[in-house]
């Protein structure tokens, strides 16, 4: 039998231990530990191999969704809230159920059972998929073009149109929401830092409390922000 290594990121100390129990009596579950906050939770999935994370929406610093767009290779992640309406969100970020509070064990059951079915994506296509190079459509000027992800820059949101900056030095004006490019871009390597920016996170040169630099440009970055790009910068980076 397979042991699944697995997190609670709670912050409520009673929901916390409700899973803890929940885990104790399944088998094929270990738990590695209990994270108060998306903070703690990232520095255990830097050190320990976790399989699946039981995650809630609500906490503080840094909130659920934003936790999951930050990740680059997530575990499996089963969301726990008491809000039903952010489960369509949940569901398009790629996560394995979402157990609405209070949770009953015969549904955690069915939850992590889901664990054991998962159906491995073969290699040759594993290599495909590594050898394609991502892309996204847009449409200018009743055309659809195919963009490049890693020629992406950042995206300045501009009302009802965004405007997206290219490697090349280009630009292309569309007509689309930043809220629907953030959903589109949150699991390839974007991150909004602004309420009229997402950038791509590979292409941040430097980067300050008040903003970040991409090929010389200053973007700032918004007051409800900066905990998440401080945590995000200091996490993935190496500080000589």
Do not use: W
Not at 95 to 108: A, G
Not at 147 to 160: H, M, P, S, T
Not at 207 to 215: K, M, Q, R, S
């Amino acid at each position: 039998m397979q042991l699944y290594n697995t997190i609670i990121v709670e912050d409520e100390p009673i929901a916390a231990e409700i899973l803890a129990d929940y885990i104790q009596q399944v088998p094929f579950l270990n738990k590695v530990a209990v994270c108060t906050d998306a903070i703690y939770a990232m520095e255990v999935l830097q050190k320990e191999k976790i399989d699946l994370m039981f995650l809630d929406i609500h906490m503080p610093k840094i909130k659920g969704m934003e936790f999951i767009k930050m990740l680059k290779f997530p575990p499996q992640i089963i969301i726990t809230s008491a809000y039903n309406e952010y489960a369509l969100q949940g569901f398009e970020l790629g996560v394995l159920d979402y157990l609405l509070k209070p949770i009953e064990f015969n549904r955690f059951l069915m939850a992590v059972n889901k664990l054991q079915h998962q159906t491995p994506t073969p290699i040759a296509q594993q290599q495909v998929f590594q050898n394609e190079k991502p892309s996204i459509f847009f449409n200018v000027n009743k055309k659809r073009i195919r963009v490049l992800l890693d020629n992406i820059l950042y995206i300045e949101g501009l009302k009802e149109y965004v405007k997206i900056f290219l490697t090349n030095g280009k630009t292309i004006i569309t007509k689309t929401q930043l809220s629907h490019l953030e959903q589109e871009l949150g699991k390839s390597g974007f991150i909004r830092i602004h309420r009229s920016f997402i950038v791509s996170k590979n292409k941040i040169d430097a980067y300050t409390a008040a903003d970040v630099e991409i090929l010389g440009k200053n973007i700032p970055i918004g007051r409800g922000y900066k905990e998440l790009i401080q945590a995000l910068m200091e996490n993935n980076s190496t500080t000589l």
